[in-house]
């Protein structure tokens, strides 16, 4: 199983980004799709995440600003990323959780990381 994040780059503040994340390889089913963030010597947290039913949840500091969506069809989860501050840099990863047969366990799994840098 394998997660691949693309979408990162250099925006002024206020300007926009989508970080796109496509899950491949061999599994049953996914649950849980999100983003996390790692900014420079803090903690990896919770950005946002998306069930599969399609019920959301993100962190207060990017409400109303940031929207996570999901294709489950392909496998694949976004976020938008709008009003972006300065403090929103960080490298962004993605995760999901995955059954990778009908009666297995789930395991989260992490994508490669996409640098968000804000700057003027």
């Known amino acids: 199983v394998q997660l691949q994040a693309s979408g990162g780059g250099l925006v002024q503040p206020g300007g926009s980004l989508r970080l796109s994340c496509a899950a491949s390889?061999?599994?049953?089913?996914?649950?849980?799709m999100g983003w996390y963030r790692q900014a420079p010597e803090k903690q990896r947290e919770l950005v946002a995440g998306?069930?599969?039913?399609?019920?959301?949840n993100s962190a207060d500091s990017v409400k109303g600003r940031f929207t996570i969506s999901r294709d489950s069809a392909s496998n694949l989860v976004y976020l938008q990323m709008n009003s972006l501050k300065l403090e929103d840099t960080a490298v962004y990863y993605c995760?999901?959780?995955?059954?990778?047969?009908?009666?297995?366990?789930?395991?989260?799994?992490w994508g490669q990381g996409t640098l968000v840098t804000v700057s003027s």
């Open positions: 998306i069930t599969v039913g399609g019920i959301t």
């Open positions: 995760n999901a959780r995955i059954r990778r047969t009908w009666r297995g366990d789930e395991y989260d799994y």
């Open positions: 390889g061999s599994f049953f089913s996914i649950n849980v």
